[in-house]
């Protein structure tokens, strides 16, 4: 009996491990796909988003740009 306890108790400890190391990996992906993500997106509708708005990382149709500044000019 104690040995299939302790088959419980490893299987739980392996399981949890695996979800924290799913999360993390998560964790990674997200960031790296905001650091590819460009500077400023002007969405199709002519708002311009940096990278720290909620809205840019909701913002699928978009066109890329450098700056506010450059996003700004055009237009």
């Known amino acids: 009996?104690?040995?299939r306890q302790?088959?419980?108790?490893?299987?739980m400890v392996v399981g949890i491990g695996a979800l924290s190391v799913?999360?993390?990996e998560k964790k990674e992906a997200a960031k790296a796909a905001h650091a590819?993500?460009?500077a400023v997106k002007k969405s199709d509708s002519g708002f311009c988003y940096g990278k720290s708005s909620p809205s840019c990382g909701q913002t699928e149709n978009?066109?890329?740009?450098r700056s506010i500044d450059a996003c700004m000019k055009s237009g």
């Open 36 to 38: 590819d993500a460009p």
């Open 6 to 11: 302790a088959i419980v108790v490893l299987a």
């Open 62 to 65: 978009f066109t890329p740009f």
């Open 1 to 3: 009996m104690r040995a």
């Open 22 to 24: 799913e999360a993390s």
